[in-house]
């Protein structure tokens, strides 16, 4: 019984943090992929960052780089995206997702098997 579970979505303060949290289960996240897509309103899911299950590569979308981090506990089988320096643009649905497999291209959403439900970040008020 895989399940990706999602915590931790919130506001979107621009220049503040979140941290999202995916608790995997019914299988090891050191295997294959596990990363994040996002989906704004009105706009494509688009690819965010991932971490390779077997060696421990992270990769992240440009707009990005340098504000998100991907990491991930083995103990507690748990994947984190730790977002700094927020802007309105990172606001929308983020989706957590895993691939058992090795796949060469993690950019891809049609690699990932496995999927959660897809917290929202709204923006601020």
């Known amino acids: 019984d895989v399940q990706l579970v999602e915590s931790g979505g919130g506001a979107v303060q621009v220049g503040k943090s979140l941290r999202l949290s995916c608790a995997a289960s019914g299988f090891s996240i050191d295997d294959g992929a596990i990363g994040w897509f996002r989906q704004a309103p009105g706009k494509e899911r688009e690819f965010v960052g991932a971490i390779s299950g077997t060696n421990g590569n992270t990769y992240y979308t440009y707009s990005v780089k340098g504000g998100f981090s991907i990491s991930r506990d083995n103990r507690v089988n748990t994947l984190y995206l730790q977002m700094d320096s927020l802007k309105p643009e990172d606001t929308g649905h983020y989706f957590c997702?895993?691939?058992?497999?090795?796949?060469?291209?993690?950019?891809?959403?049609?690699?990932?098997?496995?999927w959660g439900e897809g917290p929202q970040v709204p923006e601020s008020s």
């Open positions: 997702a895993a691939t058992r497999v090795v796949v060469r291209q993690l950019a891809h959403q049609e690699n990932y098997l496995y």
